[in-house]
C-alpha cells in the first residue's frame, strides 16, 4: 500500500519536473518577447522624454465642413490629434456623439505600415477642388514625417507619405499653414508646375533648442514619387556675402525653387506664429536664455526675421531686426499714406517693428515693390462669359 | 401662229408686273437693308451689353452688400502669398442682361469676381 503511495507521489513529482522542463525551454522565447515589449515603450518614452513639455501647444479639437452626401449638403466633424499608447492618431468626431466616428492610427512608412510619432503640429486641413469643403488633411509627426490623408463624412480614405524629414537632431514641433503658391512664368523653372501647396514648419533642435523654419513643397503630380528627404531640401540659413551684395543669381534662384524646399536656422526659439504678408514671413524670435530643457519664457533678447517665402532670401537690406522686448501679437498697421508697418501689439502699447513694407515682386527673384494697405478691400476678376439661349 | 404670239406677250407682260411688284415691295421693306445690317447691328448691341456688365463691375465693387458674395474657404494661388489668418477671400457672381429697344435682341454677361479683404482685426490704424 505504502509503496504504491510512494510511486505515486514519485510520478506526480516527475509530471511537474517535465512541466517545469517544458516551460524552461519556452523562457528565453518569453524572454525575448518581454524583452522586445520593454524595448518598445522605452523607445516611446525616449523619443518623447527629449521634448520638453513646453514645446507643445495644446491640442485643441478642430471643426471641419466635409462634403456629406448630395442632399444634406456640407456635415460638420471635429478633428482631434492625440496619442495612443505614444503613437499619434487622428480621431474625427461628429457633432451629437462622443465616440470618434473614425480613428487613423497606422501610418504608411517608406518600408512598410506602421506608428508614427506623436503630432505635435496641428493637420492642416486642405481644400484641393476649392469647392470651399475639407477633402484632405496634411499632419506632421514630430519625427518628421509628412503624410497627405483623404477624409470624407465617414472617415480617412487613403493616406500617402509625402516626405520623410527624420534627422537625429530636429523635432517637428509646430506647423505653419500650407500655402498655395503660383510661380509666374518668367520665374518658373522648367519643368515645374506653376502653382504648388507648400506646407510651412517649425523645426527645434534637441540638443541645442534653436528652431528652423522648414519649407516643403507638397508632390502633387501623380503617380506618385518617392517621399521627399531631408538632403532634398536646400539649407538657407547662411546668405552668401555675393548674395547680400548682388541678390540672389537667377541660377540660384532656379536652384532653390526646383529643390523640393528650403530650411533656414533661426538662432532662437520661434514665439509665436510667423506669418506671410505679400510672399516674406515675418518670424519672431527670442535669442537667449533657451536651452533644449527650458523653453525661451522669459527671454531677455527679441528679433524678428523676415525672409522670402520662395527663396527665403534678402526682401530688406538684413534678415533680422532687434525688437525692445518681445511681449505682443505681430500685427499689421496701416499708415496715414496707406503703406504698412509691422508692430508687436500688447495691451498697453504698440512696438513699431518695421516701417514700410515691401510686397515681392515677379520681375526678378529677389525684386520687391511697396506694400500698400489701402488697396484692400481689393477686387479680382476672375472670369466673363456670355449665356448663351438659343442658337444665334 | 398669232395666237401663240399673243401668249407670248402676255406672259412677259404679266412677268413684268410681277416683276415691279415684288421690286416695289422690296424697295418699301428694306430688306436687303436691313439684311445686310443685321450682323452689325448685333455686334454694335454685343458691345453695348458688354460695356453695360463692365461699367456695373466696377460699380458693384465700389458698393457690395455682404449677403451677395460666397466666402470661399481659401485664396487661390498667387506669387505674393498672404497667411490664410491674414487675408479672406469672398466670391461674387454678378449677371447684368440687356434687351433690344424693339425686343429683338436679348444679351446676358456673367462675372466671376474676388474679392481680397484683410481680416478684421489684422490691421490696426496708426492712430
Redesign the interface.
Known amino acids: 500500500m505504502q509503496t504504491n503511495r510512494a510511486s505515486a507521489q514519485f510520478k506526480t513529482s516527475r509530471k511537474t519536473a517535465v512541466q517545469i522542463q517544458q516551460w524552461l525551454k519556452l523562457a528565453p522565447l518569453l524572454a525575448i518577447v518581454l524583452l522586445s515589449l520593454l524595448a518598445t515603450v522605452v523607445f516611446c518614452f525616449s523619443a518623447l522624454a527629449t521634448t520638453a513639455t513646453c514645446w507643445r501647444a495644446p491640442a485643441e479639437p478642430r471643426m471641419l465642413e466635409i462634403k456629406g452626401s448630395s442632399s444634406s449638403g456640407p456635415v460638420q466633424r471635429f478633428l482631434h490629434h492625440n496619442e495612443h499608447d505614444g503613437a499619434g492618431q487622428l480621431q474625427l468626431y461628429s457633432a451629437d456623439s462622443p465616440l470618434a466616428l473614425a480613428s487613423l492610427y497606422r501610418w504608411p512608412l517608406p518600408d512598410s505600415t506602421g506608428v508614427a510619432a506623436a503630432f505635435y503640429a496641428r493637420p492642416e486641413p486642405l481644400d484641393s477642388d476649392y469647392d470651399g469643403l475639407i477633402d484632405q488633411l496634411i499632419s506632421t509627426d514630430i519625427a518628421g514625417r509628412i503624410w497627405l490623408t483623404q477624409v470624407n463624412a465617414a472617415g480617412f480614405g487613403p493616406t500617402r507619405l509625402l516626405a520623410d524629414l527624420t534627422q537625429p537632431d530636429w523635432r517637428f514641433i509646430a506647423s505653419a499653414g500650407v500655402i498655395d503658391v503660383s510661380l509666374p512664368l518668367l520665374l518658373r523653372p522648367e519643368g515645374l508646375a506653376g502653382r504648388h501647396h507648400k506646407l510651412l514648419l517649425i523645426a527645434r533642435n534637441i540638443a541645442t533648442g534653436e528652431d528652423a523654419l522648414f519649407t516643403v513643397r507638397l508632390p502633387t503630380h501623380v503617380p506618385v514619387s518617392d517621399p521627399i528627404e531631408f538632403d532634398a531640401l536646400f539649407d538657407r540659413t547662411v546668405l552668401t556675402e555675393i548674395e547680400r551684395e548682388e541678390g540672389l543669381s537667377r541660377e540660384q534662384w532656379r536652384n532653390i525653387v526646383n529643390s523640393a524646399g528650403w530650411w533656414a536656422r533661426l538662432s532662437g526659439q520661434v514665439t509665436q506664429p510667423p506669418k506671410v504678408v505679400a510672399g516674406v514671413i515675418y518670424s519672431a524670435v527670442a535669442t537667449s536664455d533657451f536651452s533644449a530643457e527650458t523653453c525661451a519664457d522669459q527671454s531677455a533678447e527679441h528679433d524678428i526675421v523676415a525672409m522670402q517665402l520662395h527663396s527665403a532670401g534678402l526682401v530688406y537690406s538684413q534678415r533680422r531686426f532687434r525688437l525692445l522686448n518681445g511681449e505682443g501679437q505681430l500685427k499689421l498697421q496701416r499708415q496715414s499714406d496707406g503703406t504698412a508697418a509691422l508692430v508687436l501689439d500688447n495691451t498697453d502699447e504698440q512696438q513699431r517693428v518695421l516701417e514700410d513694407l515691401q510686397v515681392i515682386s515677379s520681375a526678378c527673384p529677389d525684386c520687391t515693390e511697396q506694400l500698400k494697405l489701402d488697396e484692400f478691400p481689393r477686387w479680382l476678376k476672375l472670369a466673363t462669359y456670355r449665356h448663351e439661349t438659343g442658337a444665334h | 401662229m398669232r395666237q401663240s404670239g399673243m401668249a407670248l406677250i402676255s406672259a412677259l407682260i404679266f412677268l413684268l408686273i410681277m416683276l415691279l411688284i415684288v421690286s416695289a415691295n422690296l424697295f418699301i421693306s428694306q430688306m436687303s437693308i436691313k439684311s445686310a445690317q443685321s450682323a452689325q447691328r448685333q455686334l454694335l448691341f454685343?458691345q453695348q451689353a458688354?460695356a453695360l456688365?463692365?461699367n456695373s463691375?466696377t460699380d458693384t465693387?465700389d458698393d457690395i452688400s455682404e449677403t451677395d458674395l460666397?466666402?470661399?474657404?481659401?485664396?487661390?494661388?498667387?506669387?505674393?502669398?498672404?497667411?490664410?489668418?491674414?487675408v479672406q477671400c469672398d466670391l461674387l457672381t454678378l449677371?447684368t442682361?440687356l434687351l433690344s429697344d424693339d425686343s429683338r435682341f436679348?444679351?446676358?454677361?456673367?462675372?466671376?469676381?474676388?474679392?481680397?479683404?484683410?481680416v478684421d482685426g489684422?490691421?490696426?490704424?496708426?492712430d
Open positions: 454685343e458688354l456688365h463692365l463691375v465693387t460666397t466666402v470661399v474657404s481659401r485664396c487661390p494661388a498667387s506669387y505674393a502669398v498672404w497667411s490664410d489668418t491674414l449677371a442682361s436679348a444679351t446676358s454677361y456673367s462675372s466671376m469676381l474676388l474679392r481680397q479683404k484683410i489684422e490691421v490696426l490704424s496708426a
